[in-house]
């Protein structure tokens, strides 16, 4: 793999983990429909966007550079600086609630005679 798809893969890491795309593939797939992303990540045509096989090249370089870790720690110290972050957050709205759902009222049925009707006698 040249050196110079390096950065491009590096970002294209950084944003499979930052639009939770699980796999490899699906990330090519997504460079290769979105041009916003493509150049955010450094490469101007589809074509452009290296095989699945150089981004597992460049994954498993990353991983033994500890290339993940750095950039995680930069990100801490650029954004956080020395500051420990120490607060939680409660919602005390209260809930109206039941205990036991309402019991439900039965309608009364009216009771009609067994059989046949008498002739004359409308119901």
């Known amino acids: 793999m040249a050196l110079k798809n390096r950065k491009q893969i590096a970002r294209a890491f950084i944003a499979k983990a930052t639009y939770n795309i699980d796999t490899t593939r699906a990330l090519i797939d997504r460079l290769k429909i979105s041009p916003?992303?493509?150049?955010?990540?450094?490469?101007?045509?589809?074509c452009d966007v290296p095989h699945e096989s150089s981004f597992s090249r460049?994954?498993?370089e990353f991983s033994k550079s500890g290339l993940t870790q750095i950039a995680h720690a930069n990100v801490i110290k650029k954004h956080m600086g020395d500051k420990i972050t120490g607060h939680i957050s409660r919602d005390s709205t209260s809930i109206d609630a039941r205990e036991k759902p309402m019991k439900?009222?039965?309608a009364v049925k009216q009771k009609k005679k067994r059989g046949r009707p008498k002739k004359g006698i409308s119901q």
């Open 104 to 106: 439900k009222i039965k």
């Open 36 to 46: 916003p992303l493509r150049r955010i990540c450094g490469w101007q045509k589809a």
């Open 58 to 60: 460049a994954f498993k």
